[in-house]
């Protein structure tokens, strides 16, 4: 196969709302930018999310950034980087500033200033009232966020590979990333993309899980990358799962409607988060309200013929609100649970959702790793964020509305970074004479493979065994049994076989290649969560029912070589400000 090679500043991996903000950084800053995507840029995850950017503007409650940050570190169960957290939580206000003057068109409150509306887990005073602090654009905040940005870059000039999917990253012997190799979906040819600087935002991976908020796309692409390239991953075993999803599809019904108003019920009618939260009730974090919904079955108050799911009320708010602040909510339960919420409950179960772990990196976008002489070198060349990477300001659970200032935030901090670092490095480097040796060859096994397993039934078997042995609660028997069986389907997905050997659009041999990827998160997040012995945020095992701080107050480091895992500190001193320390969580 004849490979073409092109030669930018920086390629960027994905065309979601962290790799549009980078790219736009770079390309107003007069750089050769390249952005792959395996869809359209709109039509990238970003694009989902409903409820809202968390910031302390202080609109309708009185709030600010320091009240911003404790609910972070509170929320991550204490596993967030305080350093990284306070950085997020300081410009949170300047980056949607900065976003309402792109031309984002926020909802407004009478005054004219940013709606914001109320989220789990936010507070005022440290812990005390709840704080209204999410900026929304009604429940289509990631959709006006997306155009947005998408917008500003074709003005910038910013180059769209559309239809693109990355396969490999390029090393050199030193270690440092040279770029890319690439798959254009449409022809099937591969080509290098040769850059100073490769910024990885390829979003999540929760499609190793049978029930998932997340599109078919999500299958953890940069992390299947970067792990082939050698590099760890970082606490694979926090894996949010949202309160909320449709029952029987899993479609994201948003937070937003705890927000407005809206409550959980079981059986009886029962508010049950009472039981389970006695403050902040319904709006308590995402990981003890999906914990609550799964407690509520298992005892028998579930809903419906088989008593397995719950029911979110939200009639209660009025039509007009409903309409104005909840549309596509409104929409979405009636197309997918036949259910009009202005006059009924919405179905609800707790569905995989997000990703707190993922590439390790600092502040800046950079990626790290313990691969010479220190646990947090830089790799040179190489940058990640949005939800694939682990900066970590999530730690062991997410709040709502963080995950689109933390690719905002990020996106731009890894812009700015980048263009500080090609300064100091004007010129390329070579590539290496195998730099498309790995994709190839990857390519090669499926364009030949014969007798080989199915890609839809080892994907499936994939699903199930996360979703059985990995998912809201974990025991210690179903978790040993989890690592055997994933670490089987890893051995079959070495050998799938692809039926149609077309170059075209071959969307068979796009999901073989997904894949890959996914078969790596799977491996990762199952490893690590059998190794940790503790309850902490996402991660709750039925047989250490405790956070335990002086064991496991630490991040996990899975390496592919050897299966293996290392630890490395939690970061406690956070920039300017007294240090949060662990202490009990409840709301």
């Known amino acids: 196969m004849t490979i073409s090679k092109r030669k930018f500043d920086a390629v960027i991996v994905g065309a979601g709302g962290a790799g549009m903000r980078a790219a736009l950084q770079l390309s107003e800053a007069g750089l050769k930018v390249a952005v792959l995507s395996k869809v359209f840029p709109t039509r990238s995850h970003t694009v989902s999310a409903q409820g809202g950017i968390a910031a302390a503007l202080g609109n309708v409650t009185e709030d600010n950034w320091h009240w911003h940050m404790y609910d972070t570190v509170k929320g991550s169960d204490y596993l967030g980087d305080q350093d990284a957290i306070e950085f997020m939580c300081r410009q949170a206000s300047e980056v949607v500033y900065e976003l309402e003057h792109f031309g984002m068109p926020f909802d407004r409150l009478e005054s004219g200033k940013i709606y914001q509306r109320p989220f789990g887990g936010q507070s005022q005073n440290f812990g005390g009232a709840q704080a209204t602090r999410s900026c929304a654009v009604a429940d289509r905040t990631g959709h006006a966020m997306l155009h947005t ?54 979003g999540g991976g929760a499609r190793i899980f049978s029930a998932s908020t997340n599109a078919l796309i999500n299958t953890g692409d940069g992390l299947g990358m970067a792990i082939r390239a050698g590099l760890p991953l970082e606490d694979m075993e926090f894996w949010q799962f949202h309160p909320t999803g449709v029952y029987g599809v899993g479609i994201l019904i948003s937070e937003a409607v705890r927000g407005e108003g809206g409550y959980l019920l079981n059986k009886n009618g029962e508010r049950f988060m009472e039981r389970y939260a006695p403050h ?15 407690m509520e079955i298992k005892e028998g108050r579930g809903c419906g013929r088989d008593a397995d ?33 202005i006059h009924d409950p919405i179905p609800v179960v707790p569905t995989a959702h997000y990703m707190m772990g993922g590439i390790p990196t600092n502040l800046y976008g950079q990626v790290v790793a313990p691969y010479k002489t220190g646990p947090e070198e830089v790799v040179q060349g190489f940058y990640a964020v949005g939800e694939c990477a682990c900066v970590s300001v999530h730690g062991a659970n997410r709040l709502g509305t963080n995950s689109l200032l933390d690719i905002i935030v990020f996106g731009r901090a890894a812009g700015n970074q980048i263009i500080e670092d090609l300064n100091r490095h004007p010129h390329h480097k070579q590539l290496p004479a195998d730099a498309a040796d790995k994709a190839l060859a990857r390519l090669d096994r499926l364009n030949n493979q014969k007798d080989g397993e199915n890609v839809a039934q080892v994907s499936d078997d994939l699903r199930k065994t996360m979703q059985t042995h990995c998912g809201v609660f974990r025991f210690p028997d179903t ?38 990827n996914l078969v790596e998160v799977a491996v990762a997040s199952m490893i690590s969560a059998e190794a940790r012995t503790e309850s902490r945020g996402a991660h709750a095992r039925d047989d250490f029912p405790s956070r335990d ?34 202490k009990a969580r409840t709301y």
């Not at 890319?180 to 850059?195: H, K, N």
């Not at 009025?318 to 409104?330: E, F, N, Q, S, T």
């Not at 299966?563 to 300017?576: A, I, M, N, S």
């Open 549 to 582: 701080d002086d064991k496991w107050l630490k991040h996990t480091l899975y390496f592919s070589e050897g299966r293996r895992l290392d630890y490395k500190p939690v970061r406690l001193k956070p920039l300017t400000v007294d240090s949060f320390p662990p």
């Open 280 to 294: 902040a009730k319904d709006l308590a974090s995402r990981d003890v309200v999906s914990r609550a919904l799964t």
């Open 149 to 202: 940005l998408y917008q500003r870059n074709v003005q910038a000039n910013t180059q769209f590979f559309i239809e693109w999917m990355g396969l490999d990253l390029i090393r050199d012997e030193e270690g440092d990333v040279c770029g890319v190799t690439a798959l254009d979906i449409e022809t099937g040819d591969v080509m290098l993309l040769q850059a100073r600087a490769t910024l990885f935002a390829t």
């Open 479 to 516: 978790l040993r049994q989890g690592v055997e069986k994933i670490e089987e389907v890893a051995e079959r997905v070495r050998h799938t076989e692809i039926r149609d050997k077309s170059r075209v659009f071959n969307t068979a041999r796009v999901e073989a290649l997904e894949l890959d």
């Open 309 to 341: 799911h719950l029911l979110l009320k939200l009639d209660h708010l009025g039509a007009d609100v409903i309409k104005a602040r909840l549309p596509g909510i409104r929409e979405i339960a009636m197309k997918f649970a036949h259910t009009d919420p």
